[in-house]
């Protein structure tokens, strides 16, 4: 086991969560009070689904609702970070469109079994990854539209359609929320050795199995994020993400 659940690391955790809150508001960043709560409702939430795993993974219909409940969780979650209005919603597509496909494969392929304990992590690990996308390539490029305003009413004016006038001037702030996924996979075994690696390898499975499970992983989130950053970047061009006021 490579950390040992008692006192010790109860303490150690409220430490770095406090070092963490500490820092980011001595250095004026904002999200302190974030950083606390968001630490808390870790503890309280994983200790909610370890509790309750057991049961999930031994029914097919609880598995399906536990994974909606992610789902639902990582659209909302990803909506509130794009926009205050009620476009919001329209990040569960970009999720979706990532998440289903490769999901799907992994299933009718028998790569992966309906089994909880199998498809819980996989699926976690996509719809966190798309969660990623979304937000990085959503605010990018609605962040790029708002500074950039000017040249959209220019471009526009010369005669691209609104939609394609958006998209020339947000298309690379969008693509850079590739970018994260893109040094991970590059330096995978140089620089880090991701969770599902070690994990694998605590659990006993050799290290060429451990680093097929790894590499699975990485591609699967490249293709997921890839999808998920297109989707989002056509729903910014569309004008059906937008942080105007809901009319």
């Known amino acids: 086991m490579l950390l040992p659940v008692n006192l010790t690391l109860g ?8 070092a963490a809150a500490g820092v980011a508001a001595a250095a004026h960043l904002g999200r302190g009070r974030e950083i606390l709560v968001a630490g808390v409702r870790a503890a309280v939430q ?3 689904v370890a509790s309750a795993i057991r049961w999930v993974v031994g029914s097919v219909p609880l598995l399906l609702g536990f ?3 992610m789902y639902a969780v ?12 009620g476009t919001w919603w329209w990040a569960g597509l970009p999720i979706a469109a990532g998440v289903t496909p490769v999901v799907a494969a992994l299933l009718l392929t028998g790569l992966v ?3 909880g304990i199998a498809l819980i992590p996989v699926t976690g690990i996509l719809i966190g990854g798309a969660l990623t996308a979304t ?3 959503g605010r990018r490029a609605l962040d790029e539209l708002t500074v950039r305003r000017g040249e959209v009413e220019a471009a526009m004016a010369l005669g691209l359609l609104d939609r394609d006038a958006r998209m020339e001037v947000a298309r690379t702030a969008a693509s850079d929320a590739l970018l994260p996924g893109l040094d991970q996979t590059r330096t995978v075994g140089l620089v880090t050795l991701p969770g599902a690696f070690v994990g694998m390898l605590l ?3 050799s290290p060429v199995q451990a680093g097929a499970v790894q590499l699975f992983v990485l591609v699967a989130l490249m293709a997921v994020q890839a ?18 006021v809901a009319g």
């Open 227 to 244: 999808t998920a950053v297109s989707v989002v970047l056509e729903l910014v061009a569309r004008g059906r993400v937008h942080r105007d």
């Open 67 to 69: 994974l909606l409940l």
């Open 113 to 115: 079994p309906v089994k």
């Open 11 to 18: 303490v150690v955790l409220a430490v770095l969560l406090l």
């Open 135 to 137: 937000v990085l390539g």
């Open 46 to 48: 994983l200790a909610v």
């Open 203 to 205: 659990g006993g499975a």
């Open 74 to 85: 990582a659209v909302r979650t990803a909506g509130r970070r794009l926009t205050p209005n």
